[in-house]
Nanobody
Framework: QVRLVESGGGLVQPGGSLRLSCAASGFTFSDYGMNWYRQAPGKEREWVASITRTGLRRNYADSVKGRFTISRDNAKNTVYLQMNSLKPEDTAVYYC????????WGQGTQVTVSS
């Protein structure tokens, strides 16, 4: 069956870094554009970053541009989100999303930025 499993979340101080991973299985990963979304408490889910199937094009929300980097390894069926210079407002559950013929979601990983 299709699975997207996020990992790498946790508690980090402001200014710190985390690297999220999302391992995919059950579908042809290289046929799918991949995205990261996040949802903070009491807020709607928002798009964070996207990467095309080949990894040649990447896009970012203005709120994370210059701080976050999305990447993928099609040989490992994994997409990453490197998050640097983290701020308290980055606190959220981060979700991996695959978009192609179908749309798939992971279960999310919690990121908390606090001193």
């Amino acid at each position: 069956q299709v699975r997207l499993v996020e990992s790498g979340g946790g508690l980090v101080q402001p200014g710190g870094s985390l690297r999220l991973s999302c391992a995919a299985s059950g579908f042809t990963f290289s046929d799918y554009g991949m995205n990261w979304y996040r949802q903070a408490p009491g807020k709607e889910r928002e798009w964070v970053a996207s990467i095309t199937r080949t990894g040649l094009r990447r896009n970012y929300a203005d709120s994370v541009k210059g701080r976050f980097t999305i990447s993928r390894d099609n040989a490992k069926n994994t997409v990453y989100l490197q998050m640097n210079s983290l701020k308290p407002e980055d606190t959220a559950v981060y979700y991996c999303n695959g978009l192609g013929t179908y749309e798939y979601w992971g279960q999310g990983t919690q990121v908390t930025v606090s001193s």
